[in-house]
C-alpha cells in the first residue's frame, strides 16, 4: 500500500486531502496541531496521527519512506503576518525547510506536494495571473510563501527532489470556518438586513472547491512531471459583490443589503483571476460551478446552527 504524509492534516485542506488519499487506497499519516482522538481522524481518513510542530524529528517518528508528501503545514493568515511576522516565517519557511531535509537526508525518492498561495503575486492589474508572472508579495505571508516555494525550487535543482507547488487562489467549501464565506454567512445568515464589508465590493476573487483543489493534489502527486508551478483556481473571476450576492441567495437572504466601506486592508491584493494552463495539461479542470459551491456551503453553515 502506498503511503502519504500530510502536514497540518488537522486544518480545512488538510482533511480534505486525507480522505481523498484514503479513498484511492493510501495509507494516511498526518501531523500538526489538532487534539482530536482516533476515531475523529480516522474520520478523515488518517491511520497515523502525531501532535507536534512540524520539524524533522517528527517526521522521523513515523518510521516510514513515504511515497508521497503534502506539506499543508504553514500559516494560514495574512492578519497573523503582519501581527508576528516571526512566527509566520516559522510556521511557513522553518517548516518547509525541515521537510526538505528529511526528503533530502531520509527519503529521496519522496514526492513533495506544496500547497502555496496566490499571494506570492502581490498586486495585480485586473487579468488572469499566470505562473511565470513577476513575484511581488503584499504582505509577509506571501513573502515567507515565496521563500518556501524557493527552498522546493533549489531543493529540486541542489538535490533532486520531486515537487509540484500549487498556488491555491480562494480554496472553500462545507467545513471553512474562516474568511469572507464565513465571516459573511455569520453576519448575514441570522443578522440585520443590512451588512457592511471592506473594500470597495469590485475586488475579484477566484474560487476553487475543496473536491477540485483535493484532486488537483492528488494528479500532481501521482505525475511522472518532477517538478512544477501551477495555479489552484477556477480560472473564472467574480467580484467580491457577485459573490456575495450569490451567497444571499444562497442563504434565503436575497433582500438583505450589502454595502461596503471602501477601506483597503493592508496585505490584501485587489484582484485574483488564475491562469490554469499549467493545471489543465495534467488533464484536470474544475467541476464545481460557485453557484453549486456556494449552495453546498450554506447548507453545510445551516446545519452546524442547528446541531
Not at 37 to 44: A, G, I, L, R
Not at 198 to 227: P, V
Not at 240 to 245: D, R
Not at 249 to 267: C, E, I, K
Request: hydrophobic content about 40%; glycine content about 8%; aromatic content about 14%.
Amino acid at each position: 500500500m502506498k503511503k502519504v504524509l500530510i502536514t497540518g492534516a488537522f486544518g480545512f485542506l488538510g482533511q480534505n486531502t486525507s480522505l481523498k488519499f484514503k479513498h484511492n487506497g493510501y495509507d494516511v499519516y498526518g501531523c500538526g496541531h489538532g487534539l482530536w482522538d482516533n476515531h475523529e481522524y480516522k474520520q478523515w481518513g488518517i491511520d497515523h496521527w502525531i501532535t507536534g510542530d512540524i520539524s524533522i524529528d517528527l517526521l522521523k517518528r513515523f518510521n516510514i519512506k513515504p511515497d508521497v508528501i503534502v506539506h499543508c503545514a504553514g500559516s494560514g493568515s495574512v492578519g497573523l503576518s503582519l501581527d508576528n511576522p516571526a512566527l509566520d516565517f516559522e510556521k511557513t519557511v522553518v517548516a518547509t525547510l525541515a521537510v526538505l531535509e528529511f526528503i533530502r537526508i531520509y527519503s529521496p525518492e519522496t514526492k513533495l506536494i506544496y500547497p502555496s498561495s496566490a499571494a506570492v503575486y502581490g498586486e495585480h492589474i485586473d487579468a488572469k495571473i499566470g505562473v511565470y508572472e513577476p513575484l511581488n508579495p503584499a504582505s509577509p505571508y506571501g513573502l515567507h510563501k515565496k521563500i518556501a516555494e524557493e527552498l522546493c525550487s533549489s531543493y529540486h535543482h541542489f538535490f533532486q527532489v520531486n515537487c509540484a507547488i500549487i498556488r491555491f487562489f480562494s480554496i472553500y467549501g462545507p467545513g471553512l470556518k474562516k474568511q469572507l464565506l464565513w465571516d459573511a454567512c455569520n453576519k448575514i445568515a441570522f443578522g440585520q438586513d443590512k451588512v457592511v464589508f471592506w473594500g470597495t465590493g469590485n475586488e475579484t476573487r477566484d474560487w476553487i472547491y475543496i473536491s477540485d483543489a483535493t484532486e488537483l493534489i492528488y494528479l500532481n502527486a501521482t505525475s511522472a512531471i518532477q517538478f512544477l508551478i501551477l495555479n489552484g483556481g477556477s480560472g473564472k473571476r467574480y467580484t467580491i459583490k457577485q459573490t456575495l450576492l450569490k451567497l444571499l441567495t444562497s442563504l434565503g437572504r436575497a433582500n438583505a443589503q450589502v454595502t461596503f466601506n471602501n477601506a483597503v486592508r493592508s496585505g490584501d491584493p485587489r484582484f485574483y483571476y488564475a491562469d490554469i494552463t499549467e493545471a489543465q495539461l495534467l488533464k484536470w479542470t474544475p467541476k464545481l460551478s460557485l453557484q453549486q459551491g456556494l449552495e453546498n456551503y450554506t447548507e453545510w453553515y445551516r446545519g452546524i446552527q442547528h446541531d
